[in-house]
Structures are given as C-alpha cells and as structure tokens.
C-alpha cells in the first residue's frame, strides 16, 4: 500500500544555482521506499550566497536590510505551499488514492491529463495503473513489478522532455506530449534511439549536455527489457478500453544478432582454481568465483551459500558432500553437490567473505587478467538503429559473474561428462527444460545429486583438476 503523505511542513523551499525559488515536496508517493518529489515554481529568485539552507529562509544579513522584500517572498511562498495541497487534496477525493507527481504539477499548471480532445496523458495513466494495478489473481502488484514499470515510465517522461531539446532532437523523429491512444512508431523509435543514445541513467541525463549522449551506458538485454515493459503497459491500456493508434504486436523490437554467451573452458578453471593472488582484494573474489564455478549459483545466494552447512550425503555406493538452500530468487529448496575446489575453500580457515555483485564484476575481469584469459573473442553489436558494429575485445574484458554460471553447466554437458540437462540444470537452480525425460522427473534432490556426482566421477580423468575426491 501507498505510503501516507508527508505533512504540510515538509515542503522545503529549494534554491537552484540561477537562485530560483521552488517548493520541493518529497512524498510517499511510491512504496518502495523511495519517495516521489513535486517540485513547483515558486516565481522568485533570490542569490543563493544570500540563501540560509538550514534555516529554510535568507540569511540574518540579507534580512537586515531586505525585510519588506522578505515578507512579501514569505506571504508568496505561503500561497504557493496552499496551492500544492489544494490541487493535492482534491485529487485524492476525486481519485480515491494518492496522486503521482505528474498528476498534481497538471491540475496546478493547468495541463490536466485529460485533453478536450479525451487523449490521456501516457505518464499519468501509467503511473495511476502501476499504483492500482492487479494481477490475473486480483492482487496487487508486487513492489519489484512496480519498479520494473516505473523504470520503464520514466522512460517515457524523459523521451518527452529531451526528444525536442539538442541535442537529442537532431535524431528524434516525434515531437511534444505522449498520449496513450496516439502512441505511435515515432514515438516507439525514438524511444529506441533513446536508449541507444545515452551515456548514463536516463534518469540523470541532461538534455543540453553533448557528453550526455556518447551512447553505450544500457546494455542490449536492458533495452529489450524496456521495450518489453512499454508493451505490457500498452496492452493493459487496450484492456481498460482506450483505443490505441497502434497495436503493440506490431511494434517490432530492433533486429538484432546477439554475441555468442562466453564460457570458461575446463582448462580457464584450472588457472582460476591453481592461482594464488597477491591482492588480498582479488585473492578473495578469486575464491567466490572457484565457488560459483563449481556450483553455478546466482550471486543473490552468496550469503545463503557462504553460511549453508556441508553435509556428506552417501548413497549408491558413493559418498560426496553437499549444501542446502532455498535459492533467492525462486525461492526454491536446493540440494547441490559439492565439487572439491568450492569444498576446498568453503572448508579452510580463512574462509571468503561475500562483496557486491557490482564489485565483483569489477574484479573478476581483473582476476582472470592476472591468471591469463586473455584470448581474443569477437562482439557483435546492433544498435537500435538497425547499424551493426564489431569488435574484437580479450575474453577477460566480457567475463562476468554470470559468465561462472553458464561455465560449469556448459562443462557438465559438454563431451567430457556429457551429463543430460536437467541433470546439470541442479547446478545454480536453472529451470529444467520442457523436454525433461520422465526418467530424471520422476527422481527426488538427492538423487539426482548422486546421478550427477557419478556422472562426474566417471569423466573427471580428463580434467587437469579434481571434482569428486577418491578419498569421500
């Protein structure tokens, strides 16, 4: 549920580098614990050297000798503060639920979302939507499905705002407000070239700022994920009965020829699980990613993993340790073998500690720098304007963690166990394919964790390593 708006006292006045006055009102708009700002102009100015941020008011001095003017800004102010909560309140009567931004700022500005023409604003319909928005169950939207809509809404609020301003309009093709029943492929390609275009969060970008538009900061599988979410939005809106300009299905996602996903080979292992590094820093990330090459685990289960007590499971004649935990993201139980290099490290004295995914990514690139991956690996990249670009980059430079977790299924797989998949699916949790066979479906954790663990042990001679140790 919303959260409830903050007082009338918590509007503070902020001053911005020009000196220009406005109310800034952070409120609990969203419940994802971050809250929503109306700004409202205020139509004074006043030097910011003379400006008491504490105080929310001019300094001492400058009140000295200006106070008529300051009563006056003062009585101004006070207007404006009145006029935020009128347009406020009465939209919460009308609407029966907290107002977004947007909505306020038009019934203060005089530009309602609803036009004499009956179009509606896209940003206003979908902000409203998100907030009273349901599942096919009837119950709310979960606080990550309202997040993934926002991302892609303030999309949309951006595109409005820079798409006429330079330099962004030199490639826009549409121009003004976007409604929901006139959303058209204008509008849908220059959101695409949007994201293509900028250079960092869209929500930090400056639409007079050159540098802001170099390209590269979304990656290809966010942009599809933002196209994806303007869909949905477009398809609940033909669900709530508008009439839309053009059908969703027909906008088409930009063509493109995806890399090939990167694997590390058995013999990339070996460098990684033999290294010993002199940085305490990446000693330590090498050793979270011996662990995930031997489980293939998300990194939203390192804490999970790193605290998971070590079992020795003993079945069919063979006996091999194994963790248990309820993976974060399907919050399904896992049973997991465990092969001797992550068994190693998970078992010494001076034990890994978890670090952010964002580090981490960070210092594998570095890790298998030092260890040598360096092989030359081509990148092929499409661009949301259809120009496609190549390259020729070394393998440690697009290694990821999620890099980890495809490496040990490709190996299992591939012709040195030849392991079936949804066998090699146990390790990190992947969903079992369609084609699953009865045979393995039918089996409970354990055992298909020993099938696994025989499978491997009777392959492991090719290996520079070992994986199931003789000694169990």
């Known amino acids: 549920m919303p959260r409830k708006a ?60 200006n106070g008529k003017a300051w009563a006056s800004m003062y009585a101004t102010i006070q207007t404006k503060r009145h006029e935020l ?96 029943q006139s959303f058209s492929r204008n509008d849908w390609a220059d959101l695409g070239t949007l994201i293509q275009k900028v250079s960092r969060s869209i929500r930090s970008i400056d639409a007079t700022e050159p540098d802001h538009f170099k390209g590269g900061y979304y990656n290809q599988s966010t942009r599809e994920k933002l196209e994806d979410n303007i869909k949905c939005l477009l398809r609940a809106a033909i669900d709530e009965g508008y009439t839309l300009k053009i059908q969703p299905d027909q906008l088409r996602k930009v063509s493109r020829k995806p890399n090939p996903k990167q694997v590390l080979d058995h013999h990339h292992m070996q460098r990684i699980i033999d290294a010993r590094l002199d940085s305490p820093h990446l000693e330590n990330a090498r050793r979270l990613m011996v662990i995930q090459l031997m489980l293939g685990h998300r990194v939203g289960d390192w804490e999970r993993i790193l ?97 980890f977790r495809r490496s040990i299924t490709t190996l299992l797989r591939g012709p040195i166990f030849g392991a079936a998949p949804d066998i090699a699916a146990i390790m990190g949790g992947w969903k079992v394919g369609k084609e699953a066979h009865w045979q393995y479906a039918r089996m409970n954790p354990k055992e298909r964790a020993e099938l696994l663990v025989q499978v491997v042990k009777a392959g492991q001679s090719r290996l520079g390593f070992t994986m199931i140790d003789p000694l169990w």
């Open 6 to 65: 903050l007082a009338p006292d918590s509007i503070r006045i902020k001053v911005g580098k020009d000196g220009n006055l406005q109310l800034d009102w952070s409120y609990g708009f969203l419940d994802n614990g971050r809250n929503r700002c109306v700004n409202h102009a205020v139509g004074l100015k006043i030097a910011p050297l003379h400006w008491d941020q504490k105080a929310q008011q001019p300094t001492t001095e400058w009140m000295a000798s």
């Open 85 to 180: 909560f009128n347009a406020y309140s009465e939209l919460v009567k009308h609407l029966g639920h907290i107002p977004s931004p947007e909505m306020i700022k038009a019934a203060i500005y005089g530009e309602g979302s609803r036009l004499d023409n009956g179009m509606l604003r896209f940003t206003d319909w979908a902000y409203d939507y998100v907030e009273r928005g349901s599942t096919v169950n009837g119950a709310p939207f979960h606080p990550r499905t309202k997040s993934k809509y926002r991302t892609a809404i303030n999309a949309i609020a951006v595109l409005e705002t820079v798409r006429s301003r330079y330099p962004f309009s030199k490639w826009a093709l549409g121009r003004g407000p976007i409604y929901v």
């Open 307 to 403: 605290n998971a007590p070590i079992r020795m499971m003993q079945g069919n004649g063979i006996t091999f340790p194994a963790i248990s935990f309820m993976a974060s993201k399907t919050n399904a139980d896992q049973l997991v073998p465990l092969f001797k290099p992550a068994f190693d490290v998970l078992t010494a004295t001076d034990r890994p500690h978890a670090i952010s995914p964002q580090k981490l990514n960070d210092y594998v690139k570095e890790v298998c720098a030092s260890v040598g991956i360096d092989e030359p690996v081509n990148l092929c990249e499409v661009k949301a304007n259809g120009t496609t670009y190549t390259a020729t980059e070394p393998l440690y430079s697009v290694v990821t963690t999620h890099t």
